[in-house]
């Protein structure tokens, strides 16, 4: 069954520094998404993307935070400038059908961000 | 501004016990309500999911009931079993865009007692 991947499974980095986080959605999905999960909190939607471009984002995003899809496959989260608050689970998840028609989200197994 | 609201926060039941957990939603132009479990650790797995134009939906042990009226939506399951603990989210899919962003609740961690 496909699967949205993620890399990597864990990454510890110091405050202020530049992370990229890294997700392969299932091939045929059309709508990419990154969600992050503040340990023992719900999980926050952060942003949206479809057709090459943001489709929506949350007041979480902020400047810090940027999304790229570099190529046919990959698609990033990057954070420019770690802060202690971004410690977390970001969570990419991919979905074939969006807007009007909604269809399932596949999330995948997560990146979990310690920020030191 | 967009909120799913869930209760309880924690829920104990015993082996073979029904559970029930509830969710409100503020946007009425909400359509997909889904339920998501997830384990320790783990990625948010959909369970099952219900669309705005049916008011029930059932998959073996589990089902779904949604009230439009009241923005109700809750999650039932039957005869649990200890496998079936773990958090359970609501979430709700709100209208407009060209994406189906999900606005999650808060989740309910299920103890199935056996």
């Known amino acids: 069954e496909p699967e949205v991947t993620q890399t990597p499974s864990h990454q510890v980095t110091q405050m202020g520094q530049e992370v990229i986080l890294r997700c392969v959605p299932i091939?045929?999905?059309?709508?990419f998404y990154w969600y992050r999960q503040i340990l023992g909190q719900k999980v926050e939607f952060l942003v949206s993307?479809?057709?090459?471009?943001?489709?929506?984002k949350s007041e979480i995003f902020d400047d810090q935070f940027s999304v790229e899809r570099p190529d046919g496959s990959n698609f990033t989260l990057k954070i420019r400038s770690t802060k202690l608050e971004d410690s977390a689970m970001y969570f990419c998840?991919?979905?074939?059908?969006?807007?009007?028609?909604?269809?399932?989200?596949?999330f995948g197994e997560g990146s979990r961000l310690t920020v030191l | 501004g967009e909120n799913v609201e869930q209760h309880p926060s924690t829920l104990s039941v015993q082996e073979g016990d029904s559970a029930v957990i509830k969710c409100t939603y503020s946007?009425?132009?909400?359509?997909?309500f889904p339920w998501y479990k997830q384990e320790l650790g783990k990625r948010p797995q959909l369970i099952i999911d219900?669309?705005?134009?049916?008011g029930e939906k059932k998959d073996q042990r589990i089902a779904v009931t949604l009230n439009k009226t009241a923005k109700h939506f809750s999650l039932h399951i039957t005869e649990t079993q200890p496998e079936d603990s773990a958090v359970y989210f609501c979430?709700?899919?709100?209208?407009?865009?060209?994406?189906?962003?999900?606005?999650f609740g808060t989740g309910t961690l299920l103890a199935v007692q056996p």
């Open positions: 998840a991919s979905s074939l059908l969006g807007g009007g028609n909604t269809g399932e989200l596949f």
């Open positions: 091939s045929n999905h059309l709508y």
């Open positions: 993307f479809y057709n090459n471009e943001i489709s929506e």
């Open positions: 946007d009425s132009a909400s359509n997909y």
């Open positions: 219900i669309r705005s134009n049916v």
């Open positions: 979430a709700a899919s709100i209208g407009g865009g060209a994406t189906n962003k999900l606005i």
